[in-house]
Nanobody
Framework: VRVMESGGGLVQAGGSLRLSCKVSGFDFNRNAMAWFRQTPGNQRELVALIRSSGGTSYQDSVKGRFTISRDNAEDTVSLQMNSLKPEDTAVYFC????????????????WGQGTQVTVSS
């Protein structure tokens, strides 16, 4: 299973970024996908999740600003981040797993290498 993120970078507060994630070697259509983020010294936290049905869930701090979506034809998942704040600065990880438990786990599942998002004030 290969999970590869792209699209991070540096942006000013109030700006937007779009992260993308390509998954290969996995039954993408049948499983949920998630985006996590991590800052130095802290545990990874779940930011957004999209189920195989297309249903979504978000961390309260990003509701109304971030949108997760998936393209089952391309085996990709995206995270559109708008109205970015300095506190959104983190390494963002894309991940998946065979069960909802593993998708929501901060340790288990299949992870990408992470992409840095930096929001300047």
């Amino acid at each position: 299973v290969r999970v590869m993120e792209s699209g991070g970078g540096l942006v000013q507060a109030g700006g937007s970024l779009r992260l993308s994630c390509k998954v290969s070697g996995f039954d993408f259509n049948r499983n949920a996908m998630a985006w996590f983020r991590q800052t130095p010294g802290n545990q990874r936290e779940l930011v957004a999740l999209i189920r195989s049905s297309g249903g979504t869930s978000y961390q309260d701090s990003v509701k109304g600003r971030f949108t997760i979506s998936r393209d089952n034809a391309e085996d990709t998942v995206s995270l559109q981040m708008n109205s970015l704040k300095p506190e959104d600065t983190a390494v963002y990880f894309c991940k998946t797993g065979h069960t909802m438990y593993t998708v929501q786990s901060t340790t288990m599942g299949y992870w990408g290498q992470g992409t840095q998002v930096t929001v300047s004030s």
